[in-house]
């Protein structure tokens, strides 16, 4: 039996709602989605996504948050993925009273992630150089409300499924680790860079990636309950952005999400419309360049972008179906940890530099840290929330921000689940995470910084509590961790950075 839906112009005249659902229909799974538009409607805007702040006047393509609701007897999940580069904990937290307000919902069933594209508005302050916008920090809470508020009212009875593929022609490690005889300087001036973001290709001062890559294409399903129309899917792929220049636009996925709307829409203008969402996962350190090989000539945004929507269709195509009501469940926990912070040098030079440059936003590197050591000072511990969601045999982790591409290989061979991607920059922006290893190779995801900050045992923690997460919600135990993702050129380099004690101050170490 279908759910009582309500129309848009209900929606708007009631702060609070529930949808109320005929009896018959406890015991269905259901599901509805919805995709509002989040683009700036004042311009020019603060655009965040590199070192320095800057505006931009026009929106080259629309930004939406593609929002997606849950329901199974008395559990119900909303999920919204966001065209936004990070959202801090405090604008997710807000965004998801509005909707407990108008659903009902309650604030730890709800899951935010940014896309991380990095051409969108700016909500948070001190993103690297980059501070909040506020105008559209007043206006993506109430969007992001309205869009799971109206996935909810959308609710249908629906089916589920499930899909990974390998596709690793379309993310590499970004990250590559410097020849012993060119390692390079910090921005305060010390000796610590032996990896680093984005070497150039085939770069003769490089010799090698860093770290492994997480190459799964994940994708979940959503169809109404008798397989005759598409309801939503959700797509996760680890890599970290494509970029465009000159405005304000979702990257590829947004590109992405469109052309699998196309390829997968019915025409049923009666019924809500079918959404698609590409998700952030684990690329910290991944990006879609092969570094390895030559540039790719003439290889565009829009090129990418079909390439792997044509991946994600063939895979789509093929996905089997459950049957009858999967489990639907959500965990969360908090975690606090401390902050990397600086000596009392470092806090000298930062002072000396925030002095001279005044009320001014930060022109250069050293000026962009040494405004955040101000910051750490003030900030000393970050609280982070985590997630996993359960429907059915597939376990969909939450994790704040960038870890990197090690860690999202080791939830999922460690994962109880039949299947388990991972969304990162979700419900908050804790930043940069490597693993303890990475730390001592130094390199610009470990230059304290409020998107790089956490204790340098912060990665081990996260993982360790999301899979306690997941033996909750499976009732089994986490499989045991048998591969070392790394290969001996990676292993060498990270055994000679601990032996030199390397990067020590980037490590919140003091002398």
Not at 304 to 327: D, H, M, R, V
Request: proline share 6%; charged share 20%.
């Amino acid at each position: 039996m279908r759910p009582l839906l309500l129309s848009k112009s209900v929606l708007i005249s009631f702060s609070f709602f529930l949808v109320v659902l005929p009896q018959s229909a406890y015991c269905e799974f259901l599901a509805g989605a919805f995709s509002v538009d989040i683009s700036p409607e004042k311009l020019p805007a603060i655009q965040n996504g590199g070192f320095l702040e800057r505006s931009q006047n026009q929106v080259l393509d629309r930004l939406h948050a593609r929002c997606f609701v849950l329901k199974s007897g008395e559990e119900v999940v909303a999920i919204a993925v966001v065209d936004s580069c990070m959202i801090p904990r405090d604008i997710c937290y807000r965004a998801k009273v509005l909707v407990r307000k108008q659903t009902g919902i309650p604030v730890n069933r709800i899951l935010i992630a940014s896309t991380h594209t990095h051409t969108a508005p700016s909500v948070m302050n001190l993103c690297l150089g980059t501070n909040s916008d506020p105008s559209y920090e007043r206006f993506l809470p109430g969007k992001l409300a309205e869009g799971i508020a109206n996935a909810y009212a959308n609710l249908e009875p629906a089916r589920m499924g499930v899909a990974v593929v390998d596709a690793p022609k379309h993310t590499h490690c970004r990250r590559w680790l410097k020849h012993p005889d060119k390692y390079a300087n910090d921005p305060f001036g010390e000796k610590t860079v032996r990896a680093i973001m984005h070497p150039g290709y085939q770069n003769a001062e490089f010799i090698g990636p860093a770290g492994p890559v997480d190459t799964g294409l994940s994708l979940f399903s959503i169809q109404s309950a008798d397989g005759k129309r598409s309801i939503g899917l959700i797509a996760n792929y680890s890599m970290h952005y494509f970029g465009t220049r000159g405005g304000f636009s979702a990257d590829y996925y947004g590109k992405f999400s469109s052309l699998m709307e196309n390829k997968i829409a019915t025409t049923d203008s009666a019924k809500a419309p079918f959404v698609a969402a590409m998700s952030q996962g684990t690329s910290g350190d991944l990006q879609w360049m092969n570094y390895g090989q030559p540039r790719k000539k003439d290889y565009s945004i829009d090129v990418y972008s079909a390439e792997l929507a044509e991946i994600a269709f063939n895979a789509y195509q093929k996905i089997q179906y459950e049957t009858g009501e999967p489990k639907l469940a959500m965990a969360e926990t908090m975690l606090v940890f401390n902050r990397r912070l600086p000596s009392k040098e470092r806090v000298s030079w930062a002072n000396e530099l925030n002095t001279k440059r005044g009320d001014r936003r930060p022109k250069s590197r050293p000026e962009v840290y040494a405004e955040q050591v101000a910051w750490f000072v003030e900030y000393p511990q970050e609280e982070i929330i985590l997630q996993v969601l359960r429907v059915g045999d597939l376990a969909i982790t939450a994790i704040p921000n960038e870890v990197y591409g090690i860690t999202g290989l080791k939830l999922k061979a460690q994962s109880p689940f039949k299947a388990t991607f991972n969304m990162g920059l979700a419900n908050g922006a804790a930043g940069y995470i490597p693993p303890p290893e990475q730390h001592f190779l130094g390199g610009y995801t470990t230059w304290p910084a409020r998107t790089a900050g956490l204790e340098t045992d912060a990665e081990p923690k996260i993982v360790d509590s999301l899979l306690g997460l997941m033996e909750k919600l499976s009732g089994q135990k986490r499989k045991p961790l048998t591969v070392d993702f790394y290969n001996d050129q990676q292993r060498k380099a990270i055994k000679q950075a601990k032996a030199d004690d390397n990067n020590r101050a980037n490590r919140g170490l003091k002398d």
